[in-house]
């Protein structure tokens, strides 16, 4: 079993930064994908990022040049680096691991950029 923890998150006004942070624990295997996503209230989960093992990254399109995900293998650690946030990154951020045929997904954090 895998359990993520995200810290971060919070309010900011618009083309500030924020980086949010998801602590793996449990049965954690080298070869994961890592990676973060969002949702707001009458939409579907979007992905923001995912970084692989191998050191393979990509990246939503509406985030591209103003977001970047890094890992930390050796703190079972992912991190998304916001910046230039604007109205529209407004929503609740996900973490989530994949591991051959299971996802794990953190509790959620709101991020909301507004004026």
């Known amino acids: 079993q895998v359990q993520l923890v995200q810290s971060g998150g919070g309010w900011v006004q618009p083309g500030g930064s924020l980086r949010l942070s998801c602590v793996g624990s449990?049965?954690?295997?080298?070869?994961?994908?890592m990676g973060w996503y969002r949702q707001v209230p009458g939409k579907l989960r979007e992905m923001v990022a995912v970084?692989?093992?191998?050191?393979?990254?990509n990246y939503g399109d509406s985030v591209k040049g103003r977001f970047s995900i890094s890992r930390d293998d050796a703190k079972n650690t992912v991190y998304l680096q916001m910046s230039s946030l604007r109205p529209e990154d407004t929503a609740v951020y996900y973490c989530?691991?994949?591991?051959?045929?299971?996802?794990?997904w953190g509790q959620g954090t709101q991020v909301t950029v507004s004026s």
């Open positions: 970084a692989a093992y191998n050191g393979n990254t």
């Open positions: 449990g049965s954690i295997s080298s070869d994961n994908v």
């Open positions: 989530d691991l994949v591991q051959g045929s299971s996802v794990y």
